[in-house]
C-alpha cells in the first residue's frame, strides 16, 4: 500500500510508492507540493534525487509547465521490438558476433555522438520553428538522429518471454531488441533554455524551489516550451525507430511486435483530485504512464530483468508507474566502488555480456527491480519479462546526459 502524506502547511497532500525511498528525494517532492500551481503528486518507488522534482515524480500542475519536472532529456524513451530472429543466435559464438556487429554498426554512443552519412525521417520536415532553440539546433539534430547518448542510455539483445497474448503477439520466448535514450542534445538546449526563462520570470521563488520555476502555458515561453517539448517527443521516438529500423536490416530481420512508451515529459490529461474532473498538465519525470490497460515497459539493469507491464490507473498515482530500477548511488560513489573484474564475473555468471558500458551503469548502482515491481503491484501487473544477454552502453569515461 502507498504511503499517505497528507496536506500541511500549504503542501497538497501526496502519495508515495516504496518504503527506501532516500529522504532527500521525499523532500524534494515535499517542495514541489508547496508550488501554487500545483495540484497533485505521487512518488514512485524508483524516485532518488533529481533536478528540481526527483526522478520518479509525478506533478500535476494547473496551466503551467515546469521545464524541469519534465527533464534535462525530455521524452527519453524506451522501446522492444520483437524480432523473428531464432534465440539460438544469443548461444553460439558466431550468433552473437553477428549481433554485436549489428549493433556496433547501426548504433552510436557518446555525448557529442553522429553519423557522418546522416540518417533520414521524416521527423526533421516537422516545424523546428516552434520555439528559437529548436531553429537554431535543427542542424545539430539532424546529426545526431538515430545515435543513443551516454548515461543510462542503452542498446541491447535478450530473451523476451510473454505469459499473454499482447498487440496480436502470442505466449512464448522470443530475441528482442530493447533501446533507452532519448533527444540527445537538443532536448538538453530546450531544457536549459528554457528552465532559465523560467526561473528569470520567478525570481522572488526560495532557493529551494528555484529548479521548480514554471511557465504559464498560455505565456509565450510557455507555449513555445510546449510545443518544443512535443517535437523532441517526435524527435526520440524518431531516434528509437532508426535504431530498431536499421538493426532489424543488418540483421535481415522481420518485426513481430513493437512496444514503447516514454518519460520526461508533461500530459495535458483530465483527473478528479478532490474537485470533480479537470484539465491537468501531468509531469512525469522518470516515470511510466499507467493509465488502465496502458502498455509499458520497466527495464532493471544490464543484469536485472526489465518488464512489459498493463497499467492499472492505481488510485493517487495520476495513472502513473516508476521508469526503472532507480538508482542507489551517485556515479561518482559507483566508480570509486567497483572494479570491472568483479562487475564482469557477475555477468559472466548471469549470461550477460557487455560490449561497451561504465563503472557508474554496473548492476550494483541501482534497486532491486523485483523489490520496486512488488511495491508497485497495485500500479502495474507484470505481462512479460526481457533478460539482457549482449548490451551496448556509452564507453568508460563519458559523461552522463540522462
Same mark, same amino acid.
Given at each position: 500500500m502507498p504511503l499517505e502524506h497528507p496536506s500541511s502547511s500549504g503542501r497538497i497532500a501526496w502519495k508515495q510508492w516504496g518504503?527506501?525511498?532516500?529522504?532527500?528525494?521525499?523532500?524534494?517532492?515535499h517542495n514541489a507540493c508547496s508550488l501554487?500551481?500545483?495540484a497533485a503528486a505521487a512518488l514512485m518507488p524508483d524516485a532518488h534525487v533529481g533536478y528540481g522534482l526527483p526522478i520518479g515524480g509525478v506533478l500535476a500542475t494547473r496551466n503551467a509547465v515546469i521545464p524541469y519536472a519534465v527533464g534535462v532529456d525530455i521524452a527519453c524513451r524506451v522501446k522492444l521490438s520483437v524480432l523473428d530472429v531464432g534465440l539460438?543466435?544469443?548461444?553460439t559464438e558466431q550468433g552473437r558476433k553477428r549481433l554485436t556487429r549489428a549493433i556496433e554498426e547501426e548504433t552510436n554512443f557518446g555525448v557529442g555522438g553522429e553519423f557522418k552519412r546522416r540518417r533520414e525521417h521524416d521527423v526533421m520536415d516537422r516545424d523546428w520553428t516552434v520555439s528559437p532553440v529548436t531553429r537554431r539546433l535543427k542542424d545539430k539534430a539532424a546529426a545526431q538522429l538515430g545515435t543513443s547518448g551516454s548515461g543510462n542510455h542503452f542498446?541491447? =539483445?535478450?530473451? =523476451?518471454? %510473454?505469459?499473454?497474448?499482447?498487440? #496480436?503477439?502470442?505466449?512464448?520466448?522470443?530475441?528482442?531488441? %530493447?533501446?533507452?535514450? #532519448?533527444?540527445?542534445?537538443?532536448?538538453? #538546449?530546450v531544457c536549459d533554455h528554457y528552465s532559465k526563462v523560467a526561473m528569470g520570470a520567478r525570481p522572488d521563488l526560495p532557493k529551494e524551489l528555484s529548479r521548480l520555476a514554471w511557465l504559464d502555458l498560455d505565456s509565450q515561453e510557455g507555449r513555445e516550451y510546449w510545443d518544443a517539448m512535443n517535437l523532441m517527443g517526435h524527435?526520440?521516438?524518431a531516434n528509437h525507430a532508426l535504431i530498431h529500423k536499421h538493426v532489424a536490416k543488418n540483421l535481415k530481420a522481420g518485426v513481430l511486435a513493437i512496444f514503447e512508451n516514454h518519460h520526461n515529459f508533461a500530459w495535458l490529461e483530465t483527473h478528479d483530485v478532490g474537485n470533480g474532473p479537470e484539465e491537468l498538465i501531468v509531469h512525469r519525470k522518470g516515470a511510466t504512464p499507467a493509465g488502465p490497460g496502458v502498455l509499458g515497459f520497466i527495464p532493471g539493469s544490464m543484469a536485472a530483468?526489465? =518488464?512489459?507491464?498493463?497499467?492499472?490507473? #492505481?488510485?493517487?498515482? %495520476?495513472?502513473?508507474?516508476?521508469?526503472?530500477?532507480?538508482?542507489?548511488?551517485?556515479?561518482?560513489?559507483?566508480?570509486?566502488?567497483?572494479?570491472?573484474?568483479?562487475?564482469?564475473?557477475?555477468?559472466?555468471?548471469?549470461?550477460?555480456?557487455?560490449?561497451s558500458a561504465g563503472l557508474d551503469e554496473v548492476p550494483g548502482v541501482y534497486k532491486d527491480i523485483h523489490a520496486v515491481m512488488a511495491a508497485q503491484a497495485d500500479l502495474v501487473e507484470t505481462i512479460a519479462r526481457f533478460d539482457p544477454k549482449l548490451v551496448k552502453m556509452a564507453p568508460e569515461g563519458e559523461r552522463a546526459e540522462d
Open positions: 518504503t527506501d525511498l532516500e529522504s532527500e528525494s521525499i523532500k524534494q517532492m501554487p500551481v500545483a539460438q543466435e544469443l548461444e542498446v541491447e =539483445f535478450g530473451v =523476451f518471454t %510473454l505469459e499473454a497474448q499482447a498487440e #496480436g503477439l502470442a505466449p512464448g520466448t522470443y530475441l528482442a531488441l %530493447l533501446s533507452h535514450s #532519448g533527444s540527445r542534445g537538443t532536448g538538453a #538546449g524527435y526520440a521516438s530483468p526489465g =518488464f512489459l507491464v498493463r497499467g492499472k490507473g #492505481g488510485a493517487g498515482s %495520476l495513472d502513473s508507474s516508476s521508469h526503472g530500477a532507480g538508482r542507489v548511488m551517485s556515479r561518482t560513489k559507483a566508480k570509486q566502488s567497483f572494479v570491472w573484474g568483479n562487475v564482469k564475473k557477475e555477468l559472466r555468471e548471469k549470461g550477460v555480456e557487455v560490449i
